[in-house]
């Protein structure tokens, strides 16, 4: 059987880092030096790849919509010479990246795996070996066609992944969805569908950076506080509200969010809890919220619903479209 081939693109991150005197640094070409020289990822078994370094490499604290973009240029170029793609990122802003990458790509029939590490690939006890070559195995041999994030033996739907543990191993989890795949002595698939291998040309929606605002509400936050945020130039406004979508029923709060939404601006629910999804209905609190033009979120996790918005406003699409979108599951974001 002709082996698959794979697109890496290392985009930097911990994966490929060496060691200095000054801590991990990123160097050019050591992340490629690195995988060609370990035997692992060149037996029988495993795909084909290439590897592109991206120049100069993007340390995820600085990741933002322009560098989507870059990524989702760069893989729609390469799209009909390869089985599969796997974009190796660091690990701070991963889940954002991967839940943009979801939106942007229309007709996907291909997988697209993001993945990374948190010590590098050359050090000892890298959990980079593990992550790579399963999500290289992944793309070659299971072709879930969506954007997934692949990390501790479990593959994520990618707007579905949000950075859990800041230093462990297991540093993503899925609270509203069960992973699309879990790797152990077999794999096995769980949410994940494989491609029914449609030919389409794939289709990449430009995404261009948008003002949203993020408010996290807290007991005895200071009307003056929220005002700040909903009177500069925002296009929309996340809440992240208590339990099921709760919020302080104080007149000037309750004026201030209805004030924002009949200038234009977007107002979005999204509950503080780790799992579980808003239902403004249940709480008077909550239908004060409704009142005053406010839209559930459901279960999506903030990087999903950041990138949505990104996605949705880059199209200029009339206000009440973006409203209604937002509550629509596009690509698997939403349970429904």
Same mark, same amino acid.
């Given at each position: 059987?002709?082996?698959?081939?794979?697109?890496?693109?290392?985009?930097?991150?911990?994966?490929?880092?060496?060691?200095?005197?000054?801590?991990?640094?990123?160097?050019?070409?050591?992340?490629?030096?690195?995988?060609?020289?370990?035997?692992?990822?060149?037996?029988?078994?495993?795909?084909?790849?290439?590897?592109?370094?991206?120049?100069?490499?993007?340390?995820?604290?600085?990741?933002?919509?322009?560098?989507?973009?870059?990524?989702?240029?760069?893989?729609?170029?390469?799209?009909?010479?390869?089985?599969?793609?796997?974009?190796?990122?660091?690990?701070?802003?991963?889940?954002?990246?991967?839940?943009?990458?979801?939106?942007?790509?229309?007709?996907?029939?291909?997988?697209?795996?993001?993945?990374?590490?948190?010590?590098?690939?050359?050090?000892?006890?890298?959990?980079?070996?593990?992550?790579?070559?399963?999500?290289?195995?992944?793309?070659?041999?299971?072709?879930?066609?969506?954007?997934?994030?692949?990390?501790?033996?479990?593959?994520?739907?990618?707007?579905?992944?949000?950075?859990?543990?800041?230093?462990?191993?297991?540093?993503?989890?899925?609270?509203?969805?069960?992973?699309?795949?879990?790797?152990?002595?077999?794999?096995?698939?769980?949410?994940?569908?494989?491609?029914?291998?449609?030919?389409?040309?794939?289709?990449?929606?430009?995404?261009?950076?948008?003002?949203?605002?993020?408010?996290? &509400?807290?007991?005895?936050?200071? +009307?003056?506080?929220?005002?700040?945020? $909903? @009177?500069?130039? =925002?296009?929309? /406004?996340?809440? !992240?509200?208590?339990?099921?979508?709760?919020?302080?029923?104080?007149?000037?709060?309750?004026?201030?969010?209805?004030?924002?939404?009949?200038?234009?601006?977007?107002?979005?629910?999204?509950?503080?809890?780790?799992?579980?999804?808003?239902?403004?209905?249940?709480?008077?609190?909550?239908?004060? &919220?409704?009142?005053?033009?406010? +839209?559930?979120?459901?279960?999506?996790? $903030? @990087?999903?619903? =950041?990138?949505? /918005?990104?996605? !949705?406003?880059?199209?200029?699409?009339?206000?009440?479209?973006?409203?209604?979108l937002m509550q629509d599951s596009l690509r698997g974001e939403i349970t429904r």
């Amino acid at each position: 059987m002709k082996r698959k081939k794979i697109y890496i693109a290392y985009t930097g991150g911990t994966i490929g880092m060496k060691q200095s005197s000054r801590g991990y640094i990123p160097a050019e070409g050591y992340l490629t030096e690195t995988v060609k020289n370990n035997a692992e990822f060149t037996r029988e078994e495993m795909p084909l790849f290439d590897i592109h370094e991206y120049s100069p490499l993007i340390d995820s604290s600085d990741m933002s919509p322009y560098h989507w973009q870059i990524i989702a240029d760069d893989i729609k170029a390469k799209y009909d010479q390869y089985d599969g793609f796997v974009v190796l990122h660091g690990t701070d802003t991963m889940a954002y990246t991967a839940s943009a990458l979801s939106f942007m790509f229309e007709n996907l029939t291909k997988p697209v795996i993001v993945t990374g590490s948190q010590i590098p690939l050359s050090q000892l006890r890298s959990d980079g070996q593990v992550n790579l070559l399963n999500a290289m195995y992944l793309a070659a041999n299971y072709p879930i066609a969506e954007v997934s994030l692949f990390f501790n033996n479990k593959l994520f739907r990618g707007n579905r992944a949000t950075k859990a543990h800041a230093d462990g191993f297991d540093a993503f989890s899925s609270p509203n969805l069960q992973p699309l795949a879990q790797s152990g002595i077999s794999i096995k698939l769980k949410e994940g569908k494989l491609s029914p291998y449609v030919e389409q040309a794939l289709q990449v929606t430009p995404i261009t950076p948008q003002p949203i605002g993020v408010l996290y &509400l807290y007991p005895g936050i200071n +009307i003056d506080i929220i005002n700040n945020i $909903l @009177e500069g130039d =925002i296009r929309a /406004l996340i809440l !992240l509200s208590f339990g099921v979508g709760n919020a302080p029923q104080q007149t000037l709060f309750l004026e201030a969010l209805k004030a924002a939404y009949d200038r234009g601006v977007v107002l979005i629910n999204l509950t503080q809890c780790i799992q579980g999804q808003v239902n403004m209905g249940g709480y008077a609190t909550g239908n004060a &919220l409704i009142n005053c033009g406010v +839209i559930s979120g459901y279960d999506m996790t $903030l @990087e999903a619903c =950041i990138a949505k /918005l990104h996605y !949705l406003f880059s199209q200029e699409l009339e206000l009440e479209t973006v409203r209604h979108l937002m509550q629509d599951s596009l690509r698997g974001e939403i349970t429904r």
